[in-house]
């Protein structure tokens, strides 16, 4: 069935579905990873430290208001806060991307491309041939293995402002198969939707005169 949200006389040239495993690891840095295995790892140990060390003053015979008991009392939940950072990242986030990738779906139609994704409801993203810039093509080892690539539309775009710097992903087409392939219809479409878009005649005629003529001297 036609999706919804095409328009009425939109063609169907391709449409896909991501490889979960891709779709989970996209983005994933292994130095990143490596990183916060270290560092969470060093965090516990210093909290699971003072953890002991509140302990050991809860034993000891002080008055109620005594200033030890407090601060070491809060720093006894050093090790559940960082759990739960922990948790968090390496969890929550990966579920996340799971229940993500089951409802993602790719389109390529004679007039633009359409990510369909979402959770809860359904997102619909397009984006119009024109506004593809830097179009290429990325099969890293995972992708080598699964035969599988990823075609990104956009570039990443990154920001600062007074609070520091975040980068905003590109539109990509995440662990698709046939990637080369798919590169080409898309780089092919942009250029004769756009070259008919700009040239001044009913939009994408049978016989378009003016695209391949040569000017004469």
């Known amino acids: 069935?036609?999706?919804?949200f095409l328009d009425e006389h939109e063609k169907i040239l391709w449409q896909s579905k991501p490889s979960k495993l891709m779709y989970l690891f996209n983005g994933f840095n292994l130095f990143v990873f490596l990183f916060l295995i270290v560092w969470s790892s060093i965090v516990i140990t210093i909290g699971g430290q003072f953890f002991s060390i509140s302990n050991e003053f809860r034993k000891l015979d002080f008055p109620v208001d005594n200033f030890f008991k407090?601060?070491?009392?809060?720093?006894s939940l050093v090790p559940l806060i960082f759990f739960f950072i922990i948790f968090t990242i390496f969890v929550i986030f990966p579920i996340?991307?799971?229940?993500?990738?089951?409802?993602?779906?790719?389109?390529?139609?004679?007039l633009r491309v359409y990510i369909e994704s979402g959770i809860i409801g359904t997102d619909i993203q397009s984006l119009e041939y024109k506004e593809i810039s830097k179009l290429n093509v990325n099969v890293n080892l995972l992708g080598k293995l699964l035969h599988r690539g990823t075609v990104s539309l956009t570039p990443d775009r990154s920001y600062s402002d007074g609070d520091g710097s975040y980068t905003i992903s590109g539109i990509k087409l995440i662990g698709i198969e046939n990637p080369y392939e798919i590169y080409n219809m898309i780089k092919k479409n942009a250029l004769d939707v756009t070259t008919d878009q700009q040239y001044p005649n009913a939009y994408r005629p049978d016989n378009n005169t003016g695209y391949h003529t040569k000017l004469d001297n």
């Not at 069935?1 to 919804?4: D, I």
């Not at 407090?70 to 720093?75: E, H, V």
Request: glycine fraction near 0%; aromatic fraction near 24%.
């Open 70 to 75: 407090t601060p070491f009392s809060i720093f």
């Open 96 to 110: 996340k991307r799971i229940i993500e990738s089951f409802k993602v779906k790719y389109y390529v139609t004679d």
């Open 1 to 4: 069935m036609k999706p919804y």
